[in-house]
């Protein structure tokens, strides 16, 4: 499954390439029918409705219902279509009530939505960090997630998938796996190479490219590795091109909305949430 795709996340060019063919309306066979309420059910599970702040906050707001129009403004929705196909496939669910008039869906049971630190350390420990897929700049987002999400459907029990973006929504080749227990994701990781040079594991390919794989606390560990470059022994920033500055000329402050240092954040990866 994939997170709720809101509308403000969606790249313009995502929905111009979405309009060419991604979105046409399908036939509501018994398969697509569960697979449209599948996906529902997921938007307000316990693996995304409570790291999902668009979602959740509209939910606050309405005590606990969603719009279904909004929910079928989603990426993953647009498909289903009549909206009133979409309402009478939900009225069937065992996890979501539909409200009387048609217009809302919220979850029968209600989740404690706030998550602790205890929490998230749960969810890491349920996840592994897939590298490597592969990708061009044409690629579809939208299809490539039902592609990573039916690959490991088929190798595990997979509770959901997040492609990993940065801060300007570009997808480098990541994605996180989250299994449906921490026992789940042991087993995949005692089944497949995760950074090891351990020959007797078997080897996951994905469209030909064999995948690197790595368990959540390890990425963790290379990514603060790689950010620790930037800085010192003692945890200070290193100051080796800073010595001169006292001799340095005064500069005019930039004009207002030209802050480098902002500039420079737009570049760091995005933390995928939720983060230990």
Request: glycine share 4%; net charge neutral.
């Amino acid at each position: 499954m994939s997170s709720t795709e809101t509308p403000e996340n969606v790249q313009p060019k995502d929905v111009a390439t979405s309009r060419r063919g991604s979105f046409v309306p399908v036939e509501f066979t018994p398969e697509n029918s569960k697979q449209c309420l599948k996906q529902v059910e997921f938007y307000f599970s316990e693996f995304n409705f409570p790291y999902d702040k668009f979602l959740r906050t509209t939910a606050e707001k309405n005590d606990g219902w969603v719009p279904i129009g909004t929910i079928a403004t989603f990426n993953r929705m647009k498909k289903f279509r009549p909206i009133d196909k979409l309402v009478e496939i939900l009225r069937d669910s065992a996890l979501l009530e539909v409200s009387e008039d048609g217009e809302n869906v919220k979850r029968r049971v209600p989740l404690d939505s706030t998550k602790s630190t205890g929490d998230r350390v749960e969810q890491s420990k349920r996840t592994v960090v897939v590298m490597n897929i592969p990708h061009t700049p044409e690629t579809i987002i939208s299809e490539l997630q039902e592609k990573v999400e039916d690959f490991f459907q088929k190798v595990e029990n997979v509770a959901q998938v997040r492609l990993k973006r940065d801060r300007r929504r570009r997808f480098h080749g990541i994605a996180m796996v989250e299994f449906a227990t921490a026992e789940d994701c042991e087993k995949f990781v005692e089944n497949y190479s995760c950074g090891s040079d351990d020959k007797s594991k078997d080897i996951l390919s994905f469209e030909g490219r064999k995948l690197d794989i790595l368990t959540k606390k390890q990425y963790d560990q290379q990514r603060e590795a790689t950010r620790s470059k930037n800085f010192s022994g003692s945890g200070q920033r290193s100051r080796s091109f800073t010595g001169h500055r006292k001799n340095m000329p005064k500069l005019e402050a930039p004009p207002a909305g030209t802050n480098d240092e902002s500039a420079v954040a737009e570049e760091k990866e995005e933390e995928t949430k939720p983060e230990n």
